[in-house]
T-cell receptor, first 114, second 113 residues
Framework: DTAVSQTPKYLVTQMGNDKSIKCEQN?????MYWYKQDSKKFLKIMFS???????INETVPNRFSPKSPDKAHLNLHINSLELGDSAVYFC?????????????FGPGTRLLVL | KQEVTQIPAALSVPEGENLVLNCSFT??????LQWFRQDPGKGLTSLLL?????REQTSGRLNASLDKSSGRSTLYIAASQPGDSATYLC????????????FGTGTLLAVQP
């Protein structure tokens, strides 16, 4: 069984469109994250949620809006997509904020904005 | 502000060699440090996690060390195999109530058969 899953795996879209990426974890973890990996392969934190509450927003443009309907899901909606949004987006989870153990990553969503 | 650097950026070795990947971080107030492996077009696989109170962790042919005072971590791979070829990333958790990871720039490893 996949611990952290993301859909879709690939997303190709036109500039100006709105799109969503979904993430689900079946590990029973409280904390979930979105990371962005740019064209130079550098990974950077975007958001963190703990028990459905926003913990971190790393100066991400407000075109990006995460939503956590429950502890097991953290979705990412992006409005008015721009060329610079092209990247690989990774979802991750961790047990909780207090016991900071291993972070488990999803397979990534490869977004290409044309 | 925590910054994480990895040296070298790329490394090519013949099969069977032992090798060391280096990771440096600027803030010694690190909660833990993780080493990941990323294969081309794939996600990240966690290899080892070292808590701030530990000095090293071992898993099979992998050994990771942590020296907070010098701001360094190393990943030692013994008897390298072509299947070890991948990008290796280190990431530090600065602690506090955020639990985010600050990633290094990665080392691209190629093990030649």
């Amino acid at each position: 069984d996949t611990a952290v899953s993301q859909t879709p795996k690939y997303l190709v879209t036109q500039m100006g469109n709105d799109k969503s990426i979904k993430c689900e974890q079946n590990l029973g973890h409280d904390t979930m994250y979105w990371y962005k990996q740019d064209s130079k392969k550098f990974l950077k934190i975007m958001f963190s949620y703990n028990n459905k509450e926003l913990i971190i927003n790393e100066t991400v443009p407000n075109r990006f809006s995460p939503k956590s309907p429950d502890k097991a899901h953290l979705n990412l909606h992006i409005n008015s997509l721009e060329l610079g949004d092209s990247a690989v987006y990774f979802c991750a989870s961790n047990r909780d904020l207090q016991r900071q153990g291993t972070q488990y990553f999803g397979p990534g969503t490869r977004l290409l904005v044309l | 502000k925590q910054e994480v650097t990895q040296i070298p950026a790329a490394l090519s070795v013949p099969e069977g060699e032992n090798l060391v990947l280096n990771c440096s971080f600027t803030d010694s107030a690190i909660y833990n440090l993780q080493w990941f492996r990323q294969d081309p077009g794939k996600g990240l696989t966690s290899l080892l996690l070292i808590q701030s109170s530990q000095r090293e962790q071992t898993s099979g042919r992998l050994n990771a060390s942590l020296d907070k005072s010098s701001g360094r971590s190393t990943l030692y791979i013994a008897a390298s195999q072509p299947g070890d070829s991948a990008t290796y990333l280190c990431a530090g958790a600065p602690g506090g109530a955020t639990n985010k990871l600050i990633f290094g720039t990665g080392t691209l490893l190629a093990v030649q058969p």
